[in-house]
């Protein structure tokens, strides 16, 4: 509060000394420093050209938008900064002179910075992360402003914005178009509905422009609109899990059942950060496993409900999957399944799926019995199960982490992986801080003859024994 009421303070002050100058001396401060300074330049005749009205400012604006938009000459570093300066002065200026004005030839010009991204990205001779980033505070200012317009307004800018969406051929906005659509009242979002749908039925639809259409549908929980697009997908395209989801929220439990069940063989193609990624034909088992037991449930279908969860149960171990199974079932029957379930898991040869439930549930006590009890099993090149169950059991059972960790090092050696030396010596120093905390009767070499016996079969790994060296005395520098 200090810090607020002082900097309130000095800026009151500021503002005092500089009224104290004058107009005049000001205004010449300003003229001199716009000489020198293009986006002050600029900002000050959108300003000059406000007091006459927003078409004064528009004209300004399209002025400059017009050449930015004809010029053909290629950017290299030194322009890429100076227009991404005269970019987000242009941003400015909409945003603080135009918008105030006339919010909706604010939002038009926005829309026309926005669209120079094609044509500066085909100019540019290396990229530029900075003038990118400009280009994308347009690409929020322009949803921000079309989304604030009154209705009459937003149907009107409808041809404005499809137009540039056409103009997104690699989908890189894809994520902006579905978030202006969804957001607009209902008569902006009727009028480009229509023009999405005579631009699918006009020509082959590729991948984005149904789901552009379905993000709109599934905003409306309209099932039945959503549900024809996806059954006319190519299969591989499709998404049994989305689509399960939204019939069961509608309360139409049959159809979500068989989107639920639904199997797509061979590989599929989802829509994720901004393109399309391969996965596998069961991508989604679990999530659609969870539901296809809660729409059972939907069904008043309790006992096949509770039979689904358990069989998921038995194939994953799947924490989840358990506390909902077990979530479902009377009081005094709750505690006869837990210990079946943890009997199974103990007696289960499927070791990594048992210490992730273990971990999940969470039951530490028994996922260091479990490690200590598969203590020559753990596969070092498991590194994604065993790097994080370690992390987990640290604080709680340093000698199961040590099993673990001593797992990852002697694997990362035997295969002499020289880019996980890095690693490889971190996890010694956890080792190192681990050694003290160990039982004397622990059922495991001691640290020190671990060690000895990495310098005896790994002398040559310099690399691991340089990064390890200092490792240990940053450590050391910390810990003083």
């Known amino acids: 509060m200090g810090e607020t009421h002082g900097a309130t303070g000095e800026g009151e002050a500021g503002q005092k000394g500089l009224s104290s100058l004058g107009i005049d001396k000001l205004v010449d401060i300003l003229l001199e420093e716009a000489g020198s300074n293009k986006a002050l330049k600029a900002r000050l005749q ?204 509608a309360k139409r439990h049959e159809e979500a059942l068989t989107w639920a069940r639904k199997i797509i063989k061979g590989p599929r193609l989802i829509y994720s950060d901004g393109e399309f990624h391969q996965v596998a034909g069961n991508h989604q088992l679990r999530e659609l496993r969870l539901l296809e037991a809660d729409i059972l449930d939907g069904l008043k279908r309790k006992d096949e409900a509770r039979e689904a969860r358990w069989k998921f149960f038995l194939e994953s171990f799947d924490a989840d999957m358990l506390r909902r199974h077990i979530a479902k079932l009377d009081d005094f029957d709750e505690f006869d399944e837990m210990d079946r379930a943890l009997k199974l898991v103990a007696s289960s040869d499927r070791i990594y799926e048992a210490l992730r439930f273990y971990l999940d549930w969470p039951r530490l006590d028994l996922a260091e019995q479990h490690v200590l009890r598969h203590r020559s099993a753990w596969d070092g090149r498991r590194e994604r199960a065993l790097e994080p169950a370690a992390e987990q059991l640290g604080e709680s059972s340093p000698l199961a982490a040590t099993v673990l960790y001593r797992a990852l090092i002697t694997s990362v050696l035997d295969r002499s992986l020289m880019d996980s030396y890095a690693d490889a010596a971190m996890w010694t120093l956890s080792l190192d801080a681990f050694d003290e905390k160990l039982p004397p009767d622990a059922p495991i070499v001691s640290h020190d003859d671990f060690m000895e016996g990495l310098e005896t079969k790994h002398a040559r790994k310099y690399g691991y024994w340089r990064l390890l060296s200092d490792a240990r005395l940053y450590s050391e520098d910390l810990s003083q």
């Open 46 to 249: 959108a300003a000059l050209a406000g007091t006459s009205g927003p078409e004064e400012i528009a004209a300004l604006i399209d002025k400059r938008l017009t050449a930015l938009e004809t010029a053909k000459t290629s950017i290299n570093s030194a322009r890429a900064k100076d227009l991404g300066v005269e970019i987000a002065g242009l941003i400015r200026n909409v945003q603080s002179e135009l918008a105030a004005l006339d919010p909706r030839a604010a939002s038009e010009r926005m829309f026309r910075i926005m669209g120079l991204r094609v044509s500066i990205e085909r100019r540019l001779r290396s990229d530029s992360v900075r003038l990118m980033k400009i280009i994308a505070e347009a690409e929020t200012a322009a949803r921000d402003l079309v989304l604030g317009l009154p209705e009459r307004d937003q149907v009107a800018l409808v041809p404005l914005i499809e137009q540039e969406r056409k103009r997104d051929r690699y989908h890189e906005r894809a994520g902006l178009f579905e978030a202006i659509l969804v957001g607009l009242s209902r008569p902006a979002s009727d009028a480009w509905e229509q023009l999405l749908l005579k631009s699918m039925s006009g020509k082959e639809p590729g991948l984005m422009l149904p789901r552009l259409l379905q993000q709109l549908y599934r905003a409306r929980r309209d099932a039945d609109s959503y549900i024809r697009l996806e059954a006319v997908k190519p299969e591989r395209y499709q998404d049994p899990y989305g689509t399960a989801l939204l019939l069961h929220e």
